[in-house]
């Protein structure tokens, strides 16, 4: 059994300046801001990387990260952005939700085995703790995703 006690602070790395900041656990759904740029830590919208701004925010955050993987000409993608974006309203200070164009991106997707659009994935550091593929509506999304932050 492990008995460390959860950290009070957590790193969480900035969406628009990339600058790591230590914010106390119990503020995390307060809206911090960043200490570099000002800009809010979170804005209730999922943030939009690239391969390389990505493995960044995951190796440098303490948060878990859930990343919707899609592209601009996929039907089904276009029916789970308006969920994926109500699901990181909702859950928001729990992780960082984050949207990766594979078309844009194709590389990146490649190198995660990206087979299917829209797949979910759900990163805690450098490792994948779980993945979806399809769309969902919003209350088994935002129960998936509960279910591995």
Do not use: Y
């Not at 801001?33 to 990387?49: E, I, N, R, T």
């Not at 029916?79 to 859950?91: K, S």
């Not at 949207?99 to 979910?120: M, Y």
């Amino acid at each position: 059994m492990n008995m460390e006690a959860p950290s009070a602070t957590l790193n969480v790395v900035c969406p628009h300046c990339d600058t790591g900041n230590r914010v106390p656990r119990e503020r995390l759904a307060d809206g911090p801001l960043c200490g570099a740029c000002k800009a809010p830590s979170f804005d209730a919208h999922p943030v939009k990387f690239g391969g390389s701004a990505f493995r960044h925010h995951v190796a440098n955050a303490d948060l878990p990260m859930m990343v919707d993987f899609w592209a601009p000409w996929c039907a089904a993608c276009r029916t789970m952005a308006p969920v994926f974006e109500r699901v990181a309203r909702g859950l928001e200070s729990h992780a960082r939700f984050a949207k990766v164009n594979t078309d844009e991106e194709q590389d990146f997707g490649k190198s995660l085995d990206i087979r299917r659009i829209p797949t979910l994935v759900i990163f805690k550091g450098c490792k994948e703790i779980a993945r979806t593929a399809g769309v969902m509506d919003g209350s088994r999304s935002a129960a998936w995703a509960r279910s591995h932050l």
